[in-house]
């Protein structure tokens, strides 16, 4: 059974800085890429960043440029989302995401091959 379980969210100030993780299992993902989505209170679910299965190429939300890495663990099939300079409108459930297809499609078609359940990351004062 695959599995996307995300860990590492919580209350930060803004300013503040965060480390997502996900972990993936139940086959192998050196064939997908990895990234993540978010929703906030009242909107609809949108793209933040995804990685390649080679970790040679990314693509990010321009919301969310400069300030978001993501990285990832091919190994262990693992992704991170590594945050900073937060602030309020990044306030979100985030899900993990695997998909086939390359990085740069992701924004444009979000039917994902696999979901997370998301985790809670709250910026506020």
């Known amino acids: 059974q695959v599995q996307l379980v995300e860990s590492g969210g919580g209350f930060v100030q803004p300013g503040g800085s965060l480390r997502l993780s996900c972990a993936a299992s139940?086959?192998?993902?050196?064939?997908?890429?990895l990234g993540w989505f978010r929703q906030a209170p009242g909107k609809e679910r949108e793209f933040v960043a995804a990685?390649?299965?080679?970790?040679?190429?990314?693509m990010y939300a321009d919301s969310v440029k400069g300030r978001f890495t993501i990285s990832r663990d091919s190994g262990k099939s693992a992704v991170y989302l590594q945050m900073s300079s937060l602030k309020p409108e990044d306030t979100a459930i985030y899900y993990c995401?695997?998909?086939?297809?390359?990085?740069?499609?992701?924004?444009?078609?979000?039917?994902?091959?696999?979901w997370g359940k998301g985790t809670l990351v709250t910026v506020s004062s």
């Open positions: 139940g086959r192998s993902f050196n064939d997908h890429a």
């Open positions: 995401a695997a998909d086939a297809r390359i990085p740069h499609v992701w924004p444009y078609k979000p039917d994902m091959d696999y």
């Open positions: 990685i390649s299965w080679s970790g040679g190429s990314t």
